[in-house]
């Protein structure tokens, strides 16, 4: 299977990947060298800006990058870390939508507007109210409601909320306990703030029942969705199972059925991807640590088609290459 790595200057992760105007544009994450040691709180995460990348051929053609379109010194409620963004377009403007730790150390959610898919992005003064957590997807339905999912546990601080309110002591679930679920938000009108409460997104079995905490496919961080033959195919990372995981629901909610592993584990702890259609062929967008030498925080971005068998079932994608 042919892979490529689209972005061998410089080191990018958590590729969020959209079509706009006939040409796909990648919203990584920025990765940068980093001193400090590797920690389960996500430390050695240390981005610090945003560039936006573009191209009109996935395997072949050059990726153009558009610069720095967003930085820390921009956002004026900045504390660190400018993880995993989103770009959703909606009548002719652009929203990104990233997540950054406030001056407090908790994660919240910003939104910035541009004119062009390219950007520059301009901030809000304020996070979005009660957002939380980390990794946000935005999804447009064919309705034309915009859906975001998001949350990630460790260093992503899910684990922190229960029902949307923050816990005085926090816990994962364990063993047996149904496994602690990502969240989705239906995006108010002017696309600034949420327009509900969030909720839970459930992944269960064939049975019904809901995967449980010791299993190692249930989610962890880095929700995707896209819809293929009018299904829902929410695709996530089990995290420190360092699977790309997916499972299928009739609606925007859920439940989504479990249905397989898309990507075994790559070289490096994390595994972040989007999935995309462009010009009739499916691609699945990601990262792995090959080029660094395995520095999980050092990453770089990659691409493969993916493909559908006839009941739309993906078939599994080996994360590490065997040298051909
Ligand atoms: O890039 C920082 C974090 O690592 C992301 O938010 C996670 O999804 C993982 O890729």
Known sequence: MKKRYLFPSDYMADPSVHVFNGRVYIYPSHDWECENVENDNGDQYVMKDYHVLSTDDVM??????????????????????????????????YYMYFPMKDRNDVFHHGVAIADRPEG??????????????????????????????????WGGQLQRYRDNIALENPTLPEGKEPALPSRIVKLSDDMLQYGEEPK???????????????????????????????????????????????????????????????????????????????????????????????????????VCEIEYDEQGHIKTIEGIDNPE
Not at 270 to 286: C, D, R
């Open 60 to 93: 072949n053609g050059e990726v153009v990058d558009h610069g720095k379109v967003l930085g820390l010194e921009d956002i004026p409620w900045a504390g660190r870390q400018l993880w995993d963004c989103d770009v959703a377009e909606k009548d002719g403007k």
């Open 200 to 302: 839970a997104v459930l992944v269960v079995d064939e049975e019904g029942k809901p995967l449980t905490a010791d299993n190692p496919y249930r989610f962890f961080e880095a929700s995707w969705m896209h819809k293929y033959n009018g299904k829902y195919y929410l695709s996530y990372s089990t995290g420190d199972t360092h699977m790309l995981c997916y499972a299928i629901g009739d609606n925007p909610y859920g439940p989504f059925t479990y249905q397989g592993v898309i990507l075994t584990p790559v070289v490096g702890w994390t595994t972040h991807h989007s999935i995309v259609e462009y010009k009739g062929k499916w691609y699945l967008f990601h990262h792995d640590s090959v080029p660094s030498g395995g520095k999980s925080w050092l990453r770089s971005l990659k």
């Open 120 to 153: 520059p992005f301009i901030p809000q003064p304020d996070p979005i109210r009660g957002s939380y957590s980390i990794d946000m997807a935005v999804f447009k339905d064919d309705d034309g409601s915009y859906y975001m999912y998001f949350g990630g546990i």
